[in-house]
């Protein structure tokens, strides 16, 4: 193994106040022609995250995977999968990330692996009561031969979370259990083995120089096995201190603590905030996304209450909130805010589909939303394409879709491939630099990107990157903007007005207009605005400001 990559040496708790860029592999920048991103492509476009600004990047699954959900089925947890490259491929971005100032994290998918994993073929193999199965959820089936499902559990993609398997002498066997699709077997992680090998799975890119990890579905590792049905075929998954999956985070910890250099995990959960602070304790991860700020959508009094109460209970255990308004699950918030319809939660990205989209209003308010996202104190995440205005592609044709979610429902829901779309760099028609011209993107790019690729931005003041760009040196020039404490003025029900201050920043403002009106701006010097021109006083509907006012 080569060396690890050299570490960035500041000893303040970097994560508490970083800006994470995510990059979804498959779709960022394909450094050879076979249409699809690889690690190679993350690497050669490293300098334009250097000169974005932001602190860090979170790449997604690039381990051994059928791709049956776009590497969240992992059939080698210590390995890249060729179509991305190699180990030492990646252990060359990270000596890249590294000497350009940028920490690198990655994501881990412990709930479940794929069903080509060695571990679960040998499972399959070795039949009832074996070891190798005490590693899932194997359970006998219900009803006459056993042929019903253990319980009445839905998977989150839809149809039963159970599949049969045949039992080595052919004959119709045990049920296993998958909270996404069959070929994602959840690990019992009652078993300890479990544990030990997830720890030696840290411990393999730690080594390596990974700066920490994005844990998948971080709070359903636990299932209740007593097995009951549900009324709605729900399944019971214990999130708290009784029988949740603490003891495993505080495990993760101490492995991750045992480095130097601060390594730190951002974890996913859908849960209730009260709930997500359980897992932010000191001895436990060190942020979670705020799911509640993403699905508050346009929506003033929604964003007040999803920022005071992710504020609250974060504070009530000591950790930063962590703000993201777009990811690689939810349809592109252009939009979704382009939307009448404000809402729009992961697993729902049909939530837009048919409703009259004005995409102009949509790229006005995902500006003004880009400042709130950045003013905001904590960690903050991007999604790639985030920065440029890509809005959703909606009208992929079913041929080309990927996602699991099309077809377990029968293409009922349309899933999340029309925020994958890949990145448009230059050029006046696809592929747009993302791959060889001659190449077809893995997903294809709509010809009106033309005028979003990062070339057609660079130079344009006006642009969504030049705001981005302008954001983050902003937010880097200006504690205020990453730490200290929000104060809400009241401004009516449909703008957001917070008072910003830190010790050692000056005071300042963040207004947002959300509703039909302009907002008066209150005295003080604007350093920031959403809307290109002169605001004369007041804030246009659909923008945003950030002003220095005094002490
Ligand atoms: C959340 C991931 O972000 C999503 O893409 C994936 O499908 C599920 N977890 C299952 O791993």
């Known amino acids: ?122 499972a399959v193999a070795a039949g009832r009561g074996s070891p190798e199965r005490a590693r899932f959820h194997f359970r006998d089936g219900r009803g006459t031969d056993g042929a019903e499902p253990p319980t009445n559990w839905r998977s989150v993609f839809g149809g039963p979370a159970w599949t049969r398997v045949r039992e080595p002498d052919g004959s119709p066997g045990q049920w296993y259990f998958h909270l996404f699709a069959p070929e994602q077997p959840d690990f019992d992680w009652g078993n300890p083995e479990v544990l030990a090998e997830f720890e030696r799975i840290l411990r393999f890119w730690l080594d390596r120089g990974v700066d920490g990890f994005r844990i998948d579905v971080s709070d359903a590792l636990i299932k209740d096995t007593t097995w009951p049905d549900t009324a709605d075929g729900s399944p019971v998954i214990p999130k ?203 997903l294809p790019m709509p010809p009106a990107w033309r005028d979003l690729t990062v070339a057609a931005q660079d130079c344009d003041p006006a642009s969504m990157l030049a705001l981005y760009r302008r954001l983050l040196a902003l937010r880097r020039s200006e504690p205020s903007l990453r730490t200290g404490t929000v104060t809400w003025l009241d401004a009516g029900p449909d703008a957001v007005v917070i008072r910003r201050e830190s010790e050692g920043g000056r005071a300042l403002l963040v207004v947002v207009a959300m509703g039909e009106e302009p907002v008066p701006l209150p005295a003080g010097e604007v350093l920031l605005a959403s809307t290109p021109g002169p605001l004369d006083g007041v804030l246009p509907p659909d923008s945003a400001a950030v002003l220095a006012v005094a002490s």
């Not at 993350?42 to 791709?67: E, H, I, K, M």
């Not at 030492?88 to 920490?103: E, P, Q, S, V």
Request: hydrophobic share 45%.
């Open 1 to 122: 193994m080569a060396a690890p990559a050299a570490h960035p040496t500041e000893t303040i708790s970097w994560w508490r106040e970083a800006v994470i860029y995510q990059v979804y592999p498959r779709s960022f920048a394909d450094s050879g022609r076979d249409g699809e991103g690889d690690l190679r492509g993350v690497t050669d476009r490293l300098p334009y995250l250097v000169s974005l600004g932001v602190d860090a990047l979170w790449l997604c699954p690039f381990y051994p995977s059928p791709q049956v959900d776009g590497g969240y089925d992992v059939s080698d947890y210590c390995d890249v999968d060729p179509r991305y490259g190699t180990l030492a491929d990646l252990d060359a971005l990270l000596a890249a990330a590294h000497a350009g100032g940028l920490r690198v994290i990655i994501d881990l998918v412990p709930n479940h692996c794929s069903d080509r994993h060695p571990w679960f073929t040998a």
């Open 240 to 442: 708290g201190d009784d029988g949740g999956p603490h003891p495993i985070y505080r495990a993760f910890r101490r492995v991750l603590d045992a480095y130097p250099g601060e390594r730190a995990a951002v974890i996913e959960t859908g849960a209730p905030d009260d709930v997500v602070a359980l897992f932010l304790r000191p001895d436990e991860m060190h942020l979670a996304f705020s799911f509640r700020f993403l699905k508050a959508g346009w929506s003033a009094p929604a964003a007040r209450a999803a920022i005071e109460d992710t504020l609250a209970a974060n504070a009530r255990v000591g950790a930063p909130a962590t703000w993201v308004t777009d990811n690689h699950d939810t349809p592109r918030s252009v939009t979704r805010y382009a939307a009448d319809t404000a809402l729009a939660g992961a697993y729902v990205p049909d939530a837009v589909a048919g409703a009259h989209l004005d995409l102009a209003r949509g790229t006005r308010r995902a500006r003004a939303m880009a400042v709130l996202l950045l003013s905001l104190p904590g960690a903050a995440f991007v999604y790639a394409g985030q920065e440029l205005g890509l809005p959703n592609v909606d009208d992929l044709p079913d041929a080309v879709l990927q996602d699991p979610v099309f077809v377990r429902t029968g293409g009922e829901v349309r899933g999340r491939d029309g925020c994958r779309v890949p990145l448009p760099w230059s050029g006046d028609a696809p592929p747009f630099g993302f791959t060889a011209d001659d190449a077809a993107p893995w």
